[in-house]
């Protein structure tokens, strides 16, 4: 994430703190998957609602990720494309994990570190 994308992230966010949870974040964002159900049937479609400048920074910053050629974000893009997800279905995709790490990163106080798998 650059200095511009991350600046949109501290205006939107301000303290990290307000977020329990990387899902929580995620859901602030309109990241998270909604349950939607009627009767017996229940799905998962795409949120509508959250914050439209929140969404856009981790969207921008996936979109960027993935042209830059960053070597594991285009691989969970290109694993997804496999996967038979739509382009945009992807980078949604890639951008919640980007919300699961900038949040791990954030509370840990931690920087990136590529070699370190998740638990």
Not at 80 to 92: F, N, P, S, V
Request: glycine share 8%; proline share 3%.
């Amino acid at each position: 994430m650059g200095a511009v994308l991350a600046a949109g992230f501290i205006a939107c966010v301000g303290n990290i703190g307000r977020f329990p949870s990387a899902d929580a974040l995620a859901s602030a964002a309109g990241l998270a998957p909604v349950l939607r159900q009627s009767g017996r049937s229940a799905a998962h479609r795409r949120a509508f609602g959250g914050d439209k400048a929140l969404k856009r920074v981790f969207f921008q910053s996936a979109f960027c990720a993935v042209m830059t050629g960053d070597p594991l974000s285009r691989a969970f893009y290109d694993r997804k494309r496999r996967e038979g997800k739509h382009r945009t279905q992807a980078l949604i995709a890639l951008a919640r994990r980007r919300v699961n790490v900038l949040w791990t990163m954030l509370q840990s106080r931690q920087n990136f570190d590529p070699t370190r798998k998740a638990a």
